[in-house]
């Protein structure tokens, strides 16, 4: 009872602030283009200014791990594998299997990766070290994937290819949560202090990223528009918030990885579809509606699967 209590202390007031944003949004105090600006506003300014605070405050020669960035590399790219194997046989249509593959492994890592660290540890270096080894392989991957599967994705997008596939790219260089990382590795290597009225700064706009980006994340769940594709789209759910983090989550262990980096790598494999991807797919020239679905399914649903596997971790004295 005591670790079920610890688990949902964990993940419910995550919960919570999402439900909060989706009910804001239903009474007309949050639009749909406000909801929008400030997802874009998490994205740019407060997470960065996360990441950056928790690598610039901490030793980096310490902390990093050569291995455990590797690993979730190696375990993303895999699960990516997987997925796309999976989809020849589950999925009938080539346009959607680009969008099954990318609902399946892509996650909300850097929002809730470090919401759910923070809610568990103080010290949260380990979620900028997993988004290092997994967020640039996401979006190559996806540029990829609904490259190769979409069906006339320059007529439907009004873009070549290649340049759409170049300005991603382009794109991955100028995230600015790798941005924050690189600078909060470079800032920590060169042991610049971080202290007084900068530090304060960075320290209160940083703080503001998980309730704004949950209450943004919850305040775009449709769920009127949910309807086709909905057996692939549940498919791509079980795995993305059940099917992964139990095929992958044992190897993890088996490697020694304990506390926030086991905790990480759950969130790296069992944490919701993130909402990029059903704007990534639309503007390459795909329907979205599978990819919509699986994003309503695992946001609704990763709550209760995460505070399971938390607890599942808990009882056995691995976090």
Known sequence: ??????????????????????????????????????????????????????????????????????????????????????????????PRRGEFVQAAYRSSAALLGMAYISNMYQDTSMGPLMIVGAVPLYNVAAVVLLSVTAEDAQAKSGE????????????????????????????????????????????????????????????????????GQLKPSLLAAFFKIVGLSAIFLPLAVMMGFRTQKLVSILVMLGSPTTVSCFVMAKNMGHDGALTANSVVFTTVLSSFTLTLWIWILKNAGLI
């Open 1 to 94: 009872m005591q670790n079920l209590i610890y688990s949902l202390n964990v993940t419910m007031p995550i919960f919570i602030l999402m439900v909060l944003g989706y009910f804001l949004h239903s009474i007309g105090w949050i639009r749909d283009g406000f909801a929008s600006k400030l997802n874009t506003f998490v994205f740019r300014l407060p997470l960065p200014l996360l990441v950056f605070q928790d690598l610039a405050s901490v030793d980096i020669r310490k902390t990093w791990d050569g291995t455990y960035v590797l690993f979730c590399f190696l375990v993303t790219l895999f699960s990516i594998l997987l997925m796309a194997l999976l989809s020849k046989f589950a999925v009938k249509d080539k």
């Open 160 to 227: 070549d290819r290649s340049a759409l596939a170049k300005r991603t790219i382009r794109n991955i260089f100028t995230n600015p949560i790798l941005i924050g990382i690189f600078f909060g590795i470079l800032w920590s290597l060169l042991r610049l202090p971080l202290s007084g009225i900068f530090a304060t700064t960075i320290s209160n706009v940083a703080r503001t990223a998980t309730p704004l980006g949950l209450i943004a994340m919850g305040a775009s769940i449709r769920l009127k528009d949910v309807g």
